[in-house]
């Protein structure tokens, strides 16, 4: 399923929030549009925040009069940091940025044009893109590896292909099972509260690809590990800091306090663009917090009384000691033998 996709001089999105009653694209012509997608969370999911800002960050300087490459290149980096500031938590929002504006730097230093710098940044967007293909390709694999046929495999949120370019982070898996000619494999779906991307999304992409699916309610997963119907647990994520301390949708900790009571391996599958080594453990990571509307309206209706105190963090964090590995497009990482990771030697890809 395509979320984003780039029409030559617009960005056409799908409205994740219509989803699955009705499938409607948003035609983005300018940052502006992409800042308001980003927010309302029309397009959502780390890899896909990060994808539309690229391309987000092109439109915002695609027709720019200025000349001078710096000065260009000062407006460049003041687009990208009111992107940047669309939603706090995803790390693949300053992660894709940061590669137009490196991008960006480099021709000028070659002497580039104002015009070829921002063809470069189209460039740029399009081949983080087909970057994000490949990338969750080779997470399926190893996700795949870790899983047999048969198995009841639990999921949260969506780490979905509506989140990626690909087959999805925490989905991959999935779907290469599929390929492969599984024929056994459960997914368990959370309908994750208060957005339900489980229900609408997730169970939505994975039954439209034929993948054997059951959607639970979040206060099910519980039962369902008791019940002996589950045998692991993986779920996408929007930051993981340095000390493997991983950030995602909210209810992803109860998860993996759930799948360690149980004996479950709790796996987390991620991009190392959403590795954020200046992070150094998870509280230092900004957790989104938005509107009690969205705990006190369902579809538009209200489900609570008016004036209802609430709390929304978006996210949560789940400490390493509860994550049983971290699955890459570059392998499986393990935490070392004292329970305890230490990521900062993948400042190697990079990071
Ligand atoms: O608020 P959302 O829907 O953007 O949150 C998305 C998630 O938490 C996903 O699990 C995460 O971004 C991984 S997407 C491959």
Redesign the pocket.
């Known amino acids: 399923m395509k979320s984003i996709e780039w029409k030559g001089d617009h960005l056409l999105l799908l409205d994740q929030t219509r989803l699955p009653s009705n499938t409607i694209y948003l035609k983005i012509t300018d940052e502006f549009a992409l800042y308001d997608a980003i927010q309302k969370?029309q397009v959502?999911?780390?890899?896909?925040?990060g994808m539309s800002a690229a391309f987000g960050l092109y439109l915002a300087v695609r027709s720019s009069e200025i000349q001078d490459p710096m000065k260009f290149y000062e407006e460049i980096l003041d687009r990208s940091s009111y992107l940047a500031s669309a939603?706090p938590t995803?790390v693949n929002l300053m992660w894709a940025l940061r590669q137009l504006e490196t991008r960006a730097k480099k021709e000028i230093a070659s002497g580039a044009s104002v015009k070829s710098v921002k063809s470069a940044l189209l460039k740029e967007a399009l081949n983080i893109q087909k970057r994000d293909i490949e990338t969750c390709r080779k997470i399926g694999e190893y996700g795949l590896s870790l899983f047999k046929d048969g198995m009841g495999i639990l999921t949260?949120?969506?780490?979905?292909s509506l989140?990626?370019a690909g087959y999805?982070?925490?989905t991959a898996p999935f779907y290469l099972a599929k390929e492969k000619g599984w024929k056994k494999l459960m997914v368990y779906v959370d309908e994750t509260r208060p957005?339900l991307?489980g229900s609408r999304l997730t169970a939505y992409e994975l039954q439209k690809a034929g993948i054997d699916i059951t959607l639970i309610c979040d206060n099910m997963a519980a039962t369902v590990m008791a019940q002996g119907k589950v045998q692991a647990v993986i779920?996408?994520?929007?930051r993981i800091a340095a000390n493997g301390d991983v950030a995602?949708?909210i209810g992803?900790y109860n998860l993996a306090i759930l799948a360690q009571y149980h004996n479950i391996p709790f796996y987390v599958?991620?991009p190392l663009s959403?590795i954020d080594l200046t992070t150094h453990r998870g509280s230092q990571i900004p957790i989104?917090e938005r509107s009690g509307v969205e705990i006190t309206r369902l579809g538009g209706r209200l489900i609570a009384p008016i004036r209802v105190k609430t709390y929304n963090p978006?996210?949560d964090v789940t400490p390493s000691s509860l994550v049983s590995a971290i699955i890459t497009e570059e392998g499986i990482i393990r935490p070392k033998e004292d329970g305890t990771y230490n990521l900062r030697g993948l400042a190697a890809f990079g990071l």
């Open positions: 969370m959502r999911g780390a890899p896909a925040i939603r995803a949260h949120c969506n780490p979905g989140a990626t999805g982070t925490a957005l991307q779920v996408g994520t929007d995602n949708k992803t599958a991620a959403s989104e978006a996210f």
